[in-house]
């Protein structure tokens, strides 16, 4: 268990609809990223929140975006889905300080574009 | 794409140790290499991590060579349950901007 649990950890959409995947970091941990994986592949950098701003993005278009909320829990929201964005979207907390620390990953949630 | 370059898979026997290669040959100086692992249909686990020293945990040994272009993760005693795709990392950033490759298939034998 890391403490970081995303929701919901299946989903099914339809080409062309909108989506909204959720985080909850670990408790004292003000930075998120999420990750997009495909079947076989390793995961993705999509982008960073720290303290609720963007801090950093992969390459990926602005129909993907995010939000990080006081209590740090954050949302990735991905507009005019397309099947290649079926995938396992991963999301990991950490902390920050002077020292280099790890990134805790939830389970993730599969999601599939029909 | 990925700093870092790992064989695509390996075989260990259970009880045996498991040295994992990886090169990271364009390494630059304030970059760390990071060990994770990702069990099926989990999310990835960190393993540990090291600047120029080697590193022991509770999970296992890095060792980086003396110029730092690769390293070794060794487990020492592997187990069925270490059964995971192994993702060899550099980076600066260490809140979580991470940079996988394709990773290193290991199944543990009886």
């Known amino acids: 268990e890391t403490g970081v649990t995303q929701s919901p950890t299946h989903l099914i959409k339809t080409r062309g609809q909108q989506v909204t995947l959720r985080c909850s970091s670990q408790s004292g941990h003000n930075t998120v990223s999420w990750y997009q994986q495909a079947l076989g592949q390793g995961p993705q950098f999509i982008f960073q929140y720290y303290r609720e701003e963007e801090n950093g993005r992969g390459n990926f278009p602005p129909r993907f975006s995010g939000l990080q909320f006081p209590n740090y829990s954050s949302e990735l929201n991905v507009n005019a889905l397309e099947l290649d964005d079926s995938a396992l979207y991963l999301c990991?907390?950490?902390?920050?300080?002077?020292?280099?620390?790890?990134?805790?990953f939830g389970q993730g949630t599969r999601l599939t574009v029909v | 794409d990925a700093k870092t370059t790992q064989p695509p898979s390996m075989d260990c026997a259970e009880g045996r140790a498991a040295n994992l290669p990886c090169n990271h040959s364009?390494?630059?100086?304030?970059?760390?290499v990071y060990w994770y692992r990702q069990i099926h249909s989990q999310g990835p686990q960190y393993i540990i991590h090291g600047l120029k020293n080697n590193e022991t945990n509770e999970m296992a040994s890095l060792i980086i060579t003396e110029d730092r272009k690769s390293s070794t993760l060794i487990l020492p005693h592997a187990t069925l349950r270490d059964t995971a795709v192994y993702y060899c990392?550099?980076?600066?950033?260490?809140?979580?901007?991470?940079?996988f490759g394709a990773g290193t298939q290991v199944v543990v034998t009886p």
């Open positions: 364009t390494i630059s100086g304030n970059e760390y």
């Open positions: 990392i550099v980076n600066t950033d260490s809140w979580g901007k991470l940079q």
């Open positions: 990991a907390s950490s902390g920050r300080g002077r020292t280099s620390t790890e990134a805790f």
